[in-house]
């Protein structure tokens, strides 16, 4: 449904740095080279293909308008991990990179049985679920 995700960001290399390793976790690697695209100062994770059209990347800039980024409240991404232990891996990452967390990784079963997942905020204050529905 979605082509791609973009969060603001006050620091973009502060981002990269977080970033990097939650997304790693997931099996995500950066679209861009370096961090930066010639186009503007943005950073992107996951799949991309600029000739080919195909996106569905999670993306950090700063705001268009030049005004400090900040995270929406009620606003959240829930990623696929692809295990519960991938759950595991982006909360530690998060946390070892500038992040805090907003619920440990754990069953939530108002949500269903098999519905594993943490939450935590990046640096800016986005909130981030990696979540696992496999038992």
Known sequence: MFSYVTLGSNDLSRSIVF??????????????????????EWAG???????GNIELALWLCKPFDSREASAGNGTMIALEAPSRAAVDAFHLAALEHGGSSEGAPAVRPHYGPTFYVAYVRDPDGNKLAAVCRAA
Not at 29 to 34: A, D, M, S
Not at 45 to 51: F, M, P, V
């Open 19 to 40: 970033y990097d390793p939650v997304m790693a976790a997931l099996g995500h690697r950066r679209c861009t080279e370096g961090g930066v695209t010639e186009w503007f």
């Open 45 to 51: 994770w996951g799949t991309y293909e600029d000739g």
